[in-house]
């Protein structure tokens, strides 16, 4: 009797895939992503979600790249911010973003901090294709009453 032949049994191991859907996806193709950049005087926050906003990509601030505190607002600290972006999307299969654009709002500072304008040139240098660029700036929907304008009429 000839001896039983042992058949190996291979494990098949299930490879889990956190990006955006693959559709046969080619360089022709862009796979877009939304870019929630948060420039203040104190950081930069660079957060990417999916169109939809539910799923996050990845999320870096300025604050993650440099030591001192006086230069996580820095342009070169969001420069560096934006190029772990670009790496961390190429991962993940997005060529393409749209970017919202938000600076602090509300009763501060509308205008955005220093590292937004060189978070989108690094952004754009590093292979991203941009789709369109919106201020998200939260302001409150009347503006602050000047304290001198109400003394001035209550005195005639």
């Known amino acids: ?7 190996a049994k291979v494990k098949e191991e ?11 996806a080619s360089k022709d193709v862009n796979t877009f992503g939304v870019v929630h950049l948060l420039a203040t005087f104190n ?5 990417v979600t999916d169109l939809s906003g539910r799923e996050t990509y990845c999320r870096i601030s300025g604050g993650m790249k440099v030591k001192s505190d006086r230069e996580e607002s820095s ?4 420069m560096l911010a934006a190029v772990d972006v670009c790496k961390a999307l190429k991962d993940v299969g997005i060529n393409a ?20 304008q060189s ?19 939260p302001f ?3 503006p602050p009453e000047d304290p ?3 003394e001035e009429e209550d005195s005639e």
């Open 14 to 24: 299930k490879v889990t895939y956190y990006g955006p859907p693959q559709t046969g």
């Open 148 to 150: 001198e304008v109400e």
């Open 97 to 116: 973003v749209h970017i919202k654009l938000r600076g602090r709002g509300g009763v501060d500072t509308k205008t955005p901090g220093p590292g937004a």
């Open 140 to 142: 409150p929907p009347t």
């Open 43 to 47: 950081n930069t926050f660079i957060h």
């Open 1 to 7: 009797m000839p001896p039983k032949k042992v058949v």
């Open 119 to 137: 978070a989108i040139r690094a952004l754009a240098r590093n292979g991203l294709k941009i789709g369109r660029i919106e201020d998200v700036t």
């Open 75 to 78: 342009p070169y600290a969001a």
